[in-house]
DNA sequence: GGCGTTATCTGAACGCTGTCAAGATGATCT
DNA sequence: AGATCATCTTGACAGCGTTCAGATAACGCC
């Protein structure tokens, strides 16, 4: 979340640790400047080297957002885990991840933007998604099983839920700032509200089985 | 969606219809390359003017994507449309609605994602989706109204049930293609099965009320 | 019909971009 | 100390969005 130290004046010809620090220049930029300013040269500028010095770490620009991406997931990885720890029944968790997954997109729009477009770029999630148990999907699938009770769901059941939780998360987080939905926020009594309204209406929290 | 004649040869000084001639051969380019490829330059190369020639058309490129979106956004209401009129319970209407959207958005998805980009630029869908009752957005609506049995739900919960509908349906459009999901996909039996699931998951076809 | 006005289109230019090849620099290893 | 190699710079290229002066032709008015 903060490797995001000034660049440094003074610099010595080798940079030292040139990769972390252009990744920490791109984010700043996206949060100070929004993803339209977001240029490779903008990037070395703000890192204080020259425009070419780049392709000695990544591939072209496109690796570049893609070590970008990587350090988003694993923030969103970070707050799902934060939304879980500060709620206290399987159900309220649940909430809790819905929500948090919606603020983390509304709190760093121009971060979550490259972390999608790269993805649909590969028709993929990141991989480590199924893998480490850490990971926002994983966090939702053991949330998903925390809630079940009775006769064990399916795997398909399960894998089913997260995705179907997953997909509704992501569409809210894309759309929950239009203007068309701001009177129906106002009528439901603020932002939570009416996420927590869209986010039950959606079933998250009422399947696989019961409380 | 089909204005999109080919590039007219041998063409006089004065195009005579160039604006509607430059989104027709936007989305020629954004069909066959993709929309990366699509520049104002390669429109205007498509089109056969010069690259200043859109700029007595369109105050700037954005202007024209917007064009182009809107051009999306009225062939989704055909697309939605049509998917009403194929089905012929409410319930199925609904049904066909969400499985509508998802496939207009897999079969068109450089447009889908011009027409996304533009209107996350805005923070808003077009305005005519509240007005029209062509519109995609009314369609859905209205389905739903259809469905209803019993008490007449408040406006407040017809629009809570569209929105929620349709954050579900967009947020299925941007990931039902991601390779995570083939494998549950083919235990599902296939494509459309796999989005009926998702869909019946998230509640889109058993609120408001009964059937 | 002829003429001026105006909309439309071209050509050339500006600064920006992503990318690459050639050369400068300096850390590391022997 | 000297050679090697990763790292960084300089300079270049094509392509981009955009602007501006000038060419072209359609249209309204006499």
């Not at 100070?32 to 072209?60: I, M, Q, T």
């Not at 839920?161 to 939905?181: D, P, R, V």
């Amino acid at each position: 979340m903060d490797n995001l130290a000034a660049p440094a004046e003074n610099r010595p010809y080798h940079h030292g640790d040139l990769r972390r620090a252009l990744v920490a220049a791109a984010r700043r930029i996206l949060e100070n400047e929004g993803p339209a300013a977001l240029s490779l040269r903008a990037v070395a500028r703000e890192a204080g080297v020259s425009p070419a010095a780049p392709y000695h770490h990544f591939k072209d620009k496109n690796e570049l957002l893609e070590a970008v991406a990587h350090e988003g997931w694993e923030a969103l990885d970070a707050a799902m885990t934060k939304a879980r720890a500060d709620a206290k029944t399987p159900r309220e968790r649940m909430t809790a991840l819905g929500v948090g997954y919606v603020y983390f997109a509304r709190d760093n729009p121009a971060l979550y933007r490259v972390m999608y477009d790269r993805s649909r770029d590969k028709d993929a999630l990141p991989d480590h998604m199924n893998k480490s148990p850490d990971s926002a999907y994983c966090q939702v699938r053991d949330t998903i099983l925390e809630r079940t009770s009775g006769d064990a769901p399916t795997d398909i059941d399960v894998e089913l839920s997260t995705i179907a939780a997953w997909c509704a998360a992501h569409g809210l987080a894309e759309m929950s700032g239009f203007k068309q939905f701001t009177a129906l926020k106002e009528a439901l009594g603020g932002e939570e509200a009416f996420l927590r309204a869209v986010l039950e209406h959606l079933g998250m929290f009422a399947r696989v089985n019961a409380d």
